[in-house]
């Protein structure tokens, strides 16, 4: 059963950082897929950033330039790097991993989320 295991979530100021880890229970190489999303109150889930197996990443509009989705192989953990946050990047993030089954569907796997708030 795969675990992932989010940290790093807290209360910043406008313009301030935080740095996000997602810790995998077994080597992330098992995903093709590594991703952060997040959901504010009353609003979709939504993806932030993602990094796929050969290390490419994407990211949404709104994080371009503030936000560096990155991985530790040797760790089993994806990083969010989050840098000149503002209270519209308020939100509960979560880890997302995803794998290809055998019936080449996608299979998600989720974090139990963490909470960042940006408030003056």
């Known amino acids: 059963q795969v675990q992932l295991v989010e940290s790093g979530g807290g209360l910043v100021q406008p313009g301030e950082s935080l740095r996000l880890s997602c810790a995998a229970s077994?080597?992330?190489?098992?995903?093709?897929?590594m991703g952060w999303y997040r959901q504010a109150p009353g609003k979709q889930r939504e993806l932030v950033a993602a990094i796929i197996l050969g290390g490419n990443t994407n990211y949404a509009d709104p994080v371009e330039g503030r936000f560096t989705i990155s991985r530790d192989i040797a760790k089993n953990t994806v990083y969010l790097q989050m840098n000149s946050l503002n209270p519209a990047d308020t939100a509960v993030y979560y880890c997302?991993?995803?794998?290809?089954?055998?019936?080449?569907?996608?299979?998600?796997?989720w974090g139990q989320g963490t909470q960042v708030t940006v408030s003056s």
């Open positions: 997302n991993a995803a794998v290809v089954g055998r019936d080449g569907l996608r299979y998600d796997y």
């Open positions: 077994g080597s992330i190489f098992n995903f093709y897929v």
